[in-house]
T-cell receptor
Framework: EAGVAQSPRYKIIEKRQSVAFWCNPI?????LYWYQQILGQGPKLLIQ????????DSQLPKDRFSAERLKGVDSTLKIQPAKLEDSAVYLC???????????????FGNGTRLTVT | KQEVTQIPAALSVPEGENLVLNCSFT??????LQWFRQDPGKGLTSLLL?????REQTSGRLNASLDKSSGRSTLYIAASQPGDSATYLC???????????????FGQGTILTVHP
């Protein structure tokens, strides 16, 4: 099966600019996640979708970050305006499970490495 | 709030050695625990998933154990090879239900280097 696709792979922007990341999950996966991974740390959940609904965005900085998952398939994550501390790898993951059954493993994309200068 | 800690932060071993990576978590009300591998510049690859009712899972040279009551998991790698060099992360999923949606919390990872 095709894996989780993410683009772009790398992005360099100046602070206060905006940026968008795209994710296409594995076909049929109901749950989609966006994680932020700062160098040397484990991934931190930004937002979790179940189909096209948000089930957890408690750690998403909503004043600058936004995400959507139209039609319950592809998803985009946007940052506007970017800050220096947003420099990180943004990982998208998907899984088969829905809220009542989280026994399926997560499948991750290769991520987008964002550098804010 | 669930906190996940991995020890050691980095480990270097000669090829052929058996090794153990440790993961501890503060809230034992978990649904499952997963071990992942991350190669440089790549995403995470799921290695093993242990349900809260299970004690261990095995896949090839990998064996993961879970002691929920003590908040600990170990990943055992037998006969290590240079190709095992990567960062290994554990992640704990809390129980879903009510307003909880099975949030997955990651440790910071253990960087493993296996030298020939």
């Amino acid at each position: 099966e095709a894996g989780v696709a993410q683009s772009p792979r790398y992005k360099i922007i100046e602070k206060r600019q905006s940026v968008a990341f795209w994710c296409n999950p594995i076909s049929g996966h109901a749950t989609l996640y966006w994680y932020q991974q700062i160098l040397g740390q484990g991934p931190k959940l930004l937002i979790q979708f179940q189909n096209n609904g948000v089930v957890d965005d408690s750690q998403l900085p909503k004043d600058r970050f936004s995400a959507e998952r139209l039609k319950g398939v592809d998803s985009t994550l946007k940052i506007q305006p970017a800050k220096l501390e947003d420099s990180a790898v943004y990982l998208c993951a998907s899984s088969w499970g829905v809220s009542s059954s989280y026994n399926s493993p997560l499948h991750f994309g290769n991520g987008t490495r964002l550098t804010v200068t | 709030k669930q906190e996940v800690t991995q020890i050691p932060a980095a480990l270097s071993v000669p090829e052929g050695e058996n090794l153990v990576l440790n993961c501890s978590f503060t809230d034992s009300a978990i649904y499952n625990l997963q071990w992942f591998r991350q190669d440089p510049g790549k995403g995470l690859t799921s290695l093993l998933l242990i349900q809260s009712s299970q004690r261990e899972q095995t896949s090839g040279r990998l064996n993961a154990s879970l002691d929920k009551s003590s908040g600990r998991s170990t990943l055992y790698i037998a006969a290590s090879q240079p190709g095992d060099s990567a960062t290994y992360l554990c992640a704990v999923r809390r129980n879903a239900g009510g307003t909880s949606y099975g949030k997955l919390t990651f440790g910071q990872g253990t960087i493993l280097t296996v030298h020939p």
